[in-house]
């Protein structure tokens, strides 16, 4: 299990810009310190050899500090103050390159559609339109996604969020759900799983949602897909509310104030 979890935590620090024995050595020092140079390369597994240049680095880097001499003897940045000087230097740098592109880039002339590839690539992509949401979120999808999103979802709707939910199969209690609760096992022989996620009507994210790496679905600001998928939302909650006698005419008039009044030029 310790394994494991320091697996994880190594893998975490090379996703931030770490290597594998900056955070190796890194976790060593945490576990047991002060310690020398000779200790850390005996319990981290970094070679000897190679040892002193990655306490260099990592003391370049601010997360250790030498508290002896004769030998070195290296103490390890406390865990709360490392996330603390993590949290500012990304953020520094992802605010120099957000300044970087958008003085490059050329300002788009027309709406941007991009397809995203991969089951934990469109989740990712969910929880993104999801945390930018300032009014409203709006999704089609089957209960294992609805899980997976809960937790941005919550936190959507803990910002005062308006969060709609409608799925054939049981959906999580966050914000106004409208389901038909049939059990997924008996759906999946049938369909697929699939997803429509509108935030703010801005923002579409809609395609395939299967546990797979080529899986695929795509996310835009293309207004007419925008409105192809209020409509089928629409449609969805509408004949949910016919089949179950649910009141679902406050969601479908919010929706539709942007399309056409059909029923009222059809003289309804």
Not at 1 to 27: C, H, P, S
Not at 151 to 158: F, I, S
Not at 163 to 191: I, M, Q
Not at 218 to 244: F, H, Q
Request: proline residues 5%.
């Amino acid at each position: 299990m310790a394994e494991e979890i320091e697996d994880k935590v190594v893998e975490a620090m090379r996703a931030l810009g770490f290597n594998a024995t900056d955070a190796k050595t890194y976790l060593a020092l945490l576990k047991e310190h002060p310690a020398t140079g000779y200790e850390l390369a005996t319990r981290s597994g970094v070679p000897r050899s190679a040892i002193y240049n990655v306490l260099k680095r990592l003391q370049s880097l601010g997360l250790i500090n030498i508290v002896a001499d004769k030998p070195a003897r290296y103490v390890p940045l406390p865990p709360e103050k490392l996330f603390g000087l993590l949290e500012v230097r990304f953020a520094r740098s992802l605010e120099s390159l957000r300044d970087g592109i958008d003085q490059l880039a050329r300002k788009p002339n027309q709406s941007v559609t991009w397809t995203v590839e991969g089951y934990e690539a469109m989740l990712e992509q969910a929880e993104q339109l999801i945390g930018q949401a300032h009014k409203r979120v709006v999704a089609s999808l089957w209960g294992r996604e609805a899980q997976q999103l809960e937790r941005a979802l919550r936190a959507a709707a803990g910002r005062d969020v308006d969060v709609v939910l409608f799925g054939w199969t049981p959906l999580p209690d966050v914000g106004r759900v409208f389901s038909y609760g049939v059990d997924p096992a008996g759906l999946e022989p049938h369909w697929d799983h699939r997803i429509i996620l509108l935030s703010d009507r801005r923002r579409l994210l809609v395609g395939a949602a299967e546990v797979t790496e080529d899986n695929r679905a795509v996310v835009t600001d293309e207004p007419a897909l925008i409105e192809m998928a209020i409509a089928n939302l629409v449609l969805d909650l509408t004949l949910l509310g016919d089949r179950k006698g649910l009141e679902v005419a406050p969601i479908v008039e919010q929706l539709t104030d942007r399309l056409a009044p059909v029923e009222a030029l059809m003289g309804a």
